[in-house]
């Protein structure tokens, strides 16, 4: 059930990944280095920040999905592209997913709640980040004031939480991703925006 | 008296972060990203090679004190950058501080004087250089002539060569922090400027 | 042997990036950092991966080696530039050697044979990667169509399978190296070119 959710997330991932390489007309390779750094980024920044071996390089599936991803983008991106709104929705979900999975493992390998929230937002947006600097670009996060990063570090927050009072497993790890990606959701929808500093805003 | 110096560092480079952020526009969110990855990104780096849990992760106030430079500059950014001649000299204390505590880990660690030393300046220069090329800049350190990097060199080497002489502890580490201070504020006063490569300089 | 071609694919590396720093008016100390990423960065987050303390941090010769080269570039660079063609095809026996290397040392540390030939592959590109977007551009190898990165993985996948085989050694990794090699002058020769996604080329 983990493993699968997690391949979801990957996937929809690697799709943004693999989106923004047409966008910038880059070629396959391109593409799907851009898919699996997407994907699988965030993730290896907390293995890496765990001193653990990341699981990316651990795992077939892993690897194996974002190429799946990049083929059919390659293919059919128009028609991927019309799907954004979908992909926007489960690029949502699987921030949220990230988020509460990456802070449960940072909880195991025994970061203090704080930190483990902290870090399982890095799971969540670091991939986006390294996609859009690969590119060249500011990392949409910093800038676009869509409140992006504060549904992942809601929903981080809460798990941690959740685990100090001795709620763990599925049940947390769920409640957690299913509020940051509410939360994604209703900024979305409702364009909450995150404010500028102080006289230099509109 | 280590911790307390090391907090202040963290002020100061998150300070220079969330004043970018200011200039490029960025909502708080991201004038935030950028405070935590300036203070904290050269000693992530630094521990990441020496193959131990960054301290950032394991510190309460290494983790919070970006976030109050935040809030003050949210706040009181026009205040804040008309102080920017007092927040160029303490970034030259931060730079020899981070330089010279960053070399003495390593050398703690089992590097070699030479590499802890290199270590010792990326743990001084990281953060600046993650700082930059997060808002999508060439890293200042590589381009404006200002000798920024090589007074953190030359600190970490004497902090390199005092230990290998036996001499450990806070009196070395200051003098080494102080000396990368000085040369830092001298090359800043005194307008000394790295050269071009033969033949494209002026 | 394998330390002196380790050198010489350092060294070439090395060149590549001090040259950039010229293209980019960097000043010395930009070029000594990009000499010094490109040669290293690729090796470093290979080891980062594998967990373990990166070989760069404990050989003098890999960190001496590319401040030769920037001196080099330094006092020669229309001399050095001139001989471009020649760097081009050292470049390609770089990448070559250290993909082949790469995969290599990560089946030693217990990766599985499709994860090693991909971190090899990381290793042969990843040091061009970080000078490309150290001086604000896209990696070259996402867009420019030249099968930079496939001869590298190809290479690094027919070690993976020769090691899987229980041929190890020597003639094996010069083997791949060598495949890589000429499949990227390959390239180069006969200007094969990586598609673009469907209904956005030519």
Known sequence: MTELLDLVGIFVFALTGALMGVRKRLDV????????????????????????????????????VPVVAT???????????????VILVLDAAGLGLFSAVGTQKALEYGLSPLH????????GVGGGMLRDMLVGEIPTLLYDRQFYAV??????GVMAALSSY?????????AAAVLAFGLRLGAMRRKWRAPLARGTGE
């Open 151 to 156: 549904p992942a570090l809601l929903g981080a």
């Open 71 to 85: 083929a059919i983008v390659f293919f059919w991106h128009p028609h991927v592209a019309r799907g954004m709104p």
């Open 29 to 64: 390779v391109g593409m799907a280095v851009l898919a699996e750094m997407t994907a699988l980024g965030g993730g290896i920044v907390r293995d890496l920040i765990l001193n653990v071996r990341p699981a990316a390089f651990q795992s077939l599936g892993y690897v194996l």
């Open 166 to 174: 001795g709620l763990h497993g599925w049940p947390a790890t769920l």
């Open 116 to 123: 483990a929230a902290l870090l399982g937002t890095v799971t």
